[in-house]
């Protein structure tokens, strides 16, 4: 029985084995052992593009052709070591194969020997795998990788949708256009953005691109958020309204596909067009479908960009509108306080009741306080908008120290407190850093430590670190005051901020020093720490570095010297010159004019830029000339910038003193480059006016205008 039915085992058997050999993708050719064709499978029949019938019988070499895909070198290889050494082998390298049609496919090859029972070699088997889909999806992978760098590199966003655009033709075939279209700002219609090879008159013609449900293959695609494939624009009815723009460029058939951002929006659509009616193969779709997400990451990184430019340029604009309101506030208020100040210092001088006294020192005192605070407003907005400079230059560190003494002694003046400086070893005479900044630092911390200490005492101690390396000073600030609980600390550096509201109720002040401080300090390039205990005190910790000490002189300061009682008393200014003085407000006018008269000059005032220009010509043509201007800058009518700009255009020569009450960062640079020779800010300082006038009208400061780089008053510069 058994060997009745072994024909018809075998039978099955070769037919089972020929089913399964039929159903495989890789091709496989068998040979007998003198390397003919013996068999092909189906997929080997679709490789060579020859029959079974064909090609049964004829040498290997001559159905299956290839050369290598490095080197473009036949390759016979292969066969012929399988056929020598009867032995599995397999292609060094990817090849191609040559088709019939002479068109070319990467494919991996394998062979093997087949033996009979008895071990003798009766044929060969090779395996051909075909690559194509490997290859392509490497090379969509190579070139997406190719595009991201050049979004992570900040290329153009058209440039790479446009490449985008090209790599996609490149893949599917070449009569293909493919284009992008985006959502615009309604987010009800679609606009161009991409297609360098899609014909201009034609997207003219559908531009813009409604999005619904019969909008031809893009708008329809936006809307549905799914793939569109339109075979025969000629025939498809979602093309009713394009069509007659489409066919006249050879445009037969189109496939759109949404593209999507990270957040599940519509982004815009990727739409290709064929040459020919037609539908996509897979290939073509999974090519579509890969590069429209490079396209979305594309889209999504420029539209960041440019939120993140707009964003940029409104907090810009934010600070300039900050900047100008707190330019023009600064005028507004300083202008009036300039007045109030200067009449009660004027008041002051004709008094003699001590009630009288008192009144007006107590608003002599509380308006200056209030400008304390306006400085404190103004310092903290231009350190936040980054237009606070600093000015490193050598200053002398007991210059400092004594400035510091002479300004400071006076607020504990009534009070049950000690203050005392203390330098602790020797010091450098000079240090490398900006001494009004730093000034304004102790003048902060030290102000804060007398208004909070009742009794005890303020101590301001100044030593030496590392005196090689990194040479550095560490100032203490220490006081026996309330202290700072522990939870206030994190917080305490902070603008605003004063730990409690009850502090600020019995204290009063803005809560803007010690943030100003902060900054001041990190902009010298130091630290400023805090440690504090409630109840006992505080130390506030400063460490400067002092720039290069190798050429600087060592001392001991004695602070007890640092002593009111020696300082040099301000001498009485006597002048004696003709002054134009220019200003729209008639109370700084009288103050100034008080002040300079009194100092023994003669002055003659103007209200505007208008009436100085004039004011001037008739001073040349009269013989009794000016000899010097001071300008307010900010006037109706004509300003000073304006009103300097046209005098010295008209050769004018004369020193001219900026008067301003912007006090905002870049102020005084402006009043320079407009061509005033000096700048003053409000409220006046007399004994400060009165010297600049002195000066300029001496001639005592010309030299030094035109080593610091200022306009030449010899007119040079004019």
């Known amino acids: 029985m058994s060997e009745q039915n072994s024909p018809q085992v075998e039978r099955h058997q070769i037919e089972l084995l020929e089913a399964t050999l039929a159903s495989l993708d890789d091709a496989v050719v068998s040979t007998d052992s003198s390397g003919r064709i013996s068999y092909l499978n189906a997929a080997a029949e679709k490789l060579t593009g020859c029959s079974s019938e064909d090609a049964i019988g004829k040498p290997l070499e001559s159905v299956c052709r290839s050369i290598s895909a490095k080197t473009g070198e036949p390759v016979y290889e292969l066969s012929k070591k399988v056929l020598r050494d009867e032995e599995l082998v397999g292609s060094d390298d990817e090849s191609l194969f040559i088709a019939a049609d002479g068109s070319s496919l990467p494919v991996e090859a394998r062979a093997s020997s087949m033996r009979s029972p008895d071990g003798r070699i009766v044929g060969h088997v090779f395996v051909l795998r075909d690559l194509t889909e490997r290859w392509r999806e490497a090379s969509l992978i190579s070139e997406q990788n190719r595009l991201l760098e050049r979004v992570v590199r900040g290329g153009s966003a058209s440039e790479i949708l446009d490449a985008i655009c090209l790599a996609v033709e490149q893949h599917i075939a070449a009569d293909t256009i493919a284009t992008v279209l985006l959502v615009d700002e309604t987010g009800t219609h679609l606009r161009p953005a991409a297609g360098p090879r899609c014909p201009a008159e034609y997207a003219a013609a559908v531009d813009p691109v409604s999005i619904g449900a019969d909008c031809g293959s893009c708008g329809t695609a936006a809307y549905s958020r799914q793939l569109v494939i339109v075979s025969d624009i000629a025939t498809d009815p979602l093309w009713k309204d394009f069509r007659q723009a489409a066919l006249p460029h050879g445009l037969r058939s189109c496939w759109s596909v949404p593209i999507i951002s990270s957040d599940d929006s519509v982004l815009g659509t990727f739409a290709v067009y064929s040459r020919q009616s037609r539908s996509p193969r897979d290939q073509d779709l999974h090519v579509m479908e890969f590069l429209s997400r490079t396209a979305g990451i594309t889209i999504e990184r420029q539209r960041s960009e440019e939120a993140l430019r707009n964003s940029e340029r409104r907090a810009l604009q934010a600070n300039e509108a900050k900047s100008e309101f707190l330019a023009n506030m600064s005028h507004e208020i300083r202008t009036p306080m300039a007045a109030i100040l200067g009449h009660a210092d004027l008041l002051l001088s004709h008094l003699k009741d001590p009630d009288n006294v008192s009144c007006v020192s107590t608003i002599r005192r509380n308006g200056n306080h209030l400008l304390e605070i306006i400085n404190d407003i103004l310092d903290i907005s231009r350190i936040e908008a980054g237009k606070l400079d600093v000015t490193f230059s050598s200053c002398s560190l007991v210059e400092l ?126 630290e400023l720490t805090v440690e504090s205990t409630e109840g006992v005190g505080s130390t506030f910790s400063v460490l400067l570095p002092v720039g290069s000490l190798d050429s600087v002189n060592f001392r001991n300061i004695d602070c007890d010297r640092l002593s009111p009682d020696l300082e040099p008393s301000r001498f009485e200014i006597g002048l004696s010159c003709r002054v134009l003085l220019v200003d729209d407000r008639r109370d700084i006018r009288f103050l100034a004019q008080h002040s300079l008269e009194k100092a023994g000059a003669s002055v003659v005032t103007a209200e505007d830029g208008l009436d100085a220009i004039g004011s001037v010509a008739r001073a040349t043509e009269s013989g009794e000339k000016f000899d010097i201007i001071i300008m307010d800058m900010q006037m109706p009518e004509m300003d000073g910038y304006t009103a300097t700009a046209k005098l010295r255009s008209a050769g004018c020569e004369l020193p001219i003193i900026a008067l301003t009450a912007n006090a905002m960062s870049g102020d005084r640079e402006q009043c320079i480059a407009a061509g005033c020779d000096d700048y003053l800010s409000k409220p006046i300082d007399t004994s400060m006016l009165l010297e600049k006038v002195r000066c300029l009208t001496q001639g005592n400061l010309v030299d030094d205008l035109k080593a610091h780089g200022n306009r030449s008053v010899s007119g040079e510069g004019s």
């Open 401 to 526: 120290l004594s400035d510091l003494w002479s300004m400071m002694h006076v607020r504990v003046e009534g009070k049950p407190v000690d203050l005392c400086f203390d330098a602790v070893g020797e010091l450098p005479e000079t240090i490398q850093t900006d001494p009004q900044r730093l000034k304004q630092v102790f003048i902060n911390l030290l102000g804060n430590a007398i208004k909070f200490t009742e009794s005890g005492h303020v101590k301001l101690r100044v030593q030496m670190l590392d005196h090689d390396a990194d040479p550095r000073l560490q100032f203490d600030v220490e006081d026996t005051g309330i202290g700072i609980p522990e939870e206030n600390l994190k917080c305490l550096f902070e603008a605003f901020s004063q730990g409690d509201a009850s502090v600020t109720r019995k204290f009063g002040g803005s809560g803007l020093g010690l943030a100003i401080s902060k900054r001041l300090t990190e902009k010298l390039g130091g």
